[in-house]
């Protein structure tokens, strides 16, 4: 595939583009952080909310991850995706609340599950987030507790994220998802809006998704720090 034909393209991406800087995925390895089905279960705002006991344990899992985060650099894929800039008006719309690709230099990047870097109140819904020093305060309005910014089952996304990740899907020329089991809706569904408006997908991921989508043009298998660079002539 010659990128060159392609001057606007959004990617999407997941835990996969991350792994090679040392960050555990989500799913399917044997290092993955939810291999433990209940852990899975867990990860629920309505959990969360019916169990107050569980916010503590649950942040322990947050600032772990996130201390963990702190200390990793992007790899050639975070840093082809950001150089392709001077190339291709690039969108990222990603799953990750790593930061990793804003490290790489990627400037328009669109948090779509959140940040682990940021806080909000476990019990309002109206998803105002807030710096992580607020994390030790009580929600300004409710006086509830805080958490972790990062999307649980049951939540809704960031609207404006959202809003700008469909929009740049609907205006690309390409559709590009890395290192993501695209088990997770809505943004699984990103796919299917680039079907309808007729834009051409690409999926890079080291496998095949274990529910394959057929809404792809095309798939490459393979590790996205060998292929993102490679695809982009770098
Ligand atoms: C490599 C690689 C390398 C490795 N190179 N590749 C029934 C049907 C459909 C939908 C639903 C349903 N019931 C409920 C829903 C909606 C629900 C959902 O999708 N559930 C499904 C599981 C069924 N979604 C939601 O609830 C979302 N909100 C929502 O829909 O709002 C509307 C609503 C409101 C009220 C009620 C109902 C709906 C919110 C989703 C939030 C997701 N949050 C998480 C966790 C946050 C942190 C935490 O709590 O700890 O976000 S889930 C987790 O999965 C995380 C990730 O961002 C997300 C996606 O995972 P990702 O990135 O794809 O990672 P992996 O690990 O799964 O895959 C990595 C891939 O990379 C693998 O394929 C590897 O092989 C590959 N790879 N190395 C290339 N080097």
Redesign the pocket.
């Known amino acids: 595939m010659d990128l060159n034909n392609y001057k606007r393209i959004t990617v999407i991406?997941?835990?996969?583009?991350s792994?090679?800087s040392g960050l555990p995925?989500?799913?399917?390895?044997e290092d993955?952080?939810?291999n433990d089905v209940d852990f899975?279960n867990k990860?629920?705002i309505d959990y969360l909310r019916a169990h107050p006991e569980y916010i503590e344990e649950?942040t322990g899992?947050?600032f772990k991850?996130r201390d963990m985060m702190k200390d990793v650099e992007p790899n050639p894929?975070h840093l082809a995706l950001a150089k392709a800039e001077e190339n291709h008006v690039m969108v990222i719309g990603t799953?990750?609340?790593d930061g990793l690709h804003q490290k790489a230099g990627s400037t328009a990047v669109h948090e779509?599950?959140?940040s682990?870097f940021r806080c909000k109140c476990v019990y309002c819904d109206w998803g105002e987030s807030y710096p992580e020093d607020w994390w030790d305060r009580n929600c300004p309005d409710c006086g509830g507790p805080m958490r972790?910014a990062?999307?649980?089952?049951?939540?809704?996304?960031p609207l404006q994220a959202v809003a700008y990740v469909e929009k740049a899907v609907i205006n690309s020329d390409l559709v590009m998802y890395?290192?993501?089991?695209?088990?997770?809706?809505?943004?699984?569904g990103f796919v299917d809006v680039a079907n309808g408006w007729g834009v051409p997908t690409i999926l890079?991921?080291?496998?095949e998704?274990e529910h394959p989508h057929p809404g792809f043009n095309e798939k490459i298998f393979?590790?996205?720090?060998v292929?993102l660079p490679e695809l982009f002539g770098l």
């Open positions: 991406t997941g835990a996969g583009i792994a090679p995925t989500f799913r399917g390895k993955s952080l939810w899975m990860s629920n649950a899992y947050w991850f894929a799953q990750n609340v779509l599950h959140g682990l972790s990062a999307v649980m089952f049951g939540e809704q996304l890395v290192g993501t089991s695209g088990q997770v809706y809505p943004v699984a890079v991921n080291d496998e998704w393979g590790p996205c720090e292929i």
